[in-house]
C-alpha cells in the first residue's frame, strides 16, 4: 500500500510559478512510477507529466511540454512538479498517482494509488 499526500496549490496569477508536492509513504517508492493528473470542472481528469522510478525518463502532455518539470527524490520520497508560467487554463485539482513498475503510461487506469488532490488556481 502507499500512500500520497499532495501539496504546494494555490491561487497565482498567470505567468507566474508553482511547485507541486507529492510525499509518498507506505511500500518502498522507489520501486513506484509517478503521473501527475488534473480535472477541471466539468472535465475529465487529465495526464500531465510522468517520470520513472529511477528519474531516468519523463514524460509530458502537449499543453505541459516546455513550462513543467517533473522530478524526483528518493531520499525523500517526493515527487514534484515544477509548473512555470501558468495559464487560465491550468486552473484544476492537481493529483498524484503512482503504478508498480519502471514503465511510464498516461493512462488513469495503470495507476495503483491516487492522492486527494490540490487545488491550483490560475487567475487572468
Known amino acids: 500500500q502507499v500512500q500520497l499526500v499532495e501539496s504546494g496549490g494555490g491561487l497565482v496569477q498567470a505567468g507566474g510559478s508553482l511547485t507541486l508536492s507529492c510525499a509518498a509513504s507506505?511500500?518502498?517508492?522507489?520501486?513506484?512510477?509517478v503521473g501527475w493528473f488534473r480535472q477541471a470542472p466539468g472535465k475529465e481528469r487529465e495526464f500531465v507529466a510522468a517520470?520513472?522510478?529511477?528519474?531516468?525518463?519523463?514524460y509530458y502532455a502537449d499543453s505541459a511540454k516546455g513550462r513543467f518539470t517533473i522530478s524526483r527524490d528518493n531520499a525523500k520520497n517526493t515527487v514534484y512538479l515544477q509548473m512555470n508560467s501558468l495559464k487560465p487554463e491550468d486552473t484544476a485539482v492537481y493529483h498524484c498517482a503512482a503504478r508498480r513498475g519502471s514503465g511510464l503510461s498516461v493512462q488513469r487506469s495503470a495507476f495503483d494509488y491516487w492522492g486527494q488532490g490540490t487545488q491550483v488556481t490560475v487567475s487572468s
Open positions: 507506505g511500500r518502498t517508492f522507489t520501486m513506484y512510477s
Open positions: 517520470i520513472n522510478w529511477s528519474a531516468g525518463s519523463t
